[in-house]
């Protein structure tokens, strides 16, 4: 496993539901973003620090405050871009296509939900995965973040280094796909549910 790949898997971990191996995955997480960074920075500091002092019921109602309770800062990508418009419904099932022809499993979450979009992202082809994030997955995150602004949640710390991975990945973006990719299916079901 590459990486990236390892990071990418990481982050959707820590962008589910907490479980009792989850201050590990966050101490992982936090070591390999900062081999990554070339040890330049800090990054999970605030998140790591909130984990390891809090109990796991603590961290469970952390996550759904966060996340469940607040439609603003949902982690469903498509949710963030289309609200209840049809377009997001042609997303979603060009989502659950990739995650499947990718040979992900899906976890609870709607396919859309970042904990399965990370892990899409570090299997499909680079080209892909940075039109992905540039057209789709950045802005989505930005608008997670701006529902976390001036609240001091650590998930901040979270969403930064995903936002961080995704700039550096959507700086590779070409200007169009590659015909056939994932992104090119995704788009074309769009336009169809426009017309």
Not at 84 to 100: A, H, K, P, T, W
Request: hydrophobic content about 40%; overall charge negative.
């Amino acid at each position: 496993m590459t990486d990236q790949t390892h990071i990418y898997d990481l982050l959707a971990r820590l962008l589910n539901y907490p479980g009792e191996e989850y201050p590990l995955a966050v101490r992982t997480c936090q070591q390999l973003l900062q081999r990554i960074s070339g040890g330049h920075s800090q990054p999970l500091h605030r998140f790591s620090a909130h984990v390891a002092a809090s109990s796991l019921e603590e961290l469970e109602e952390l996550f759904t405050r966060t996340f469940d309770l607040n439609p603003v800062c949902c982690l469903e990508v498509g949710w963030q871009l289309y609200g209840e418009d049809y377009n997001r419904g042609s997303f979603l099932v060009n989502m659950r296509q990739q995650i499947r022809n990718h040979g992900l499993s899906e976890s609870l979450e709607l396919p859309d939900h970042l904990s399965n979009v990370l892990p899409l992202l570090a299997r499909i082809g680079p080209e892909e995965s940075a039109a992905l994030c540039a057209s789709h997955i950045l802005p989505a995150v930005k608008k997670m973040q701006e529902g976390l602004a001036g609240k001091d949640n650590p998930y901040e710390d979270v969403l930064a280094a995903v936002r961080t991975l995704i700039e550096r990945q959507a700086a590779q973006a070409a200007p169009l796909p590659a015909p056939g990719s994932a992104l090119t299916q995704i788009r074309r079901k769009e336009e169809v549910a426009h017309d």
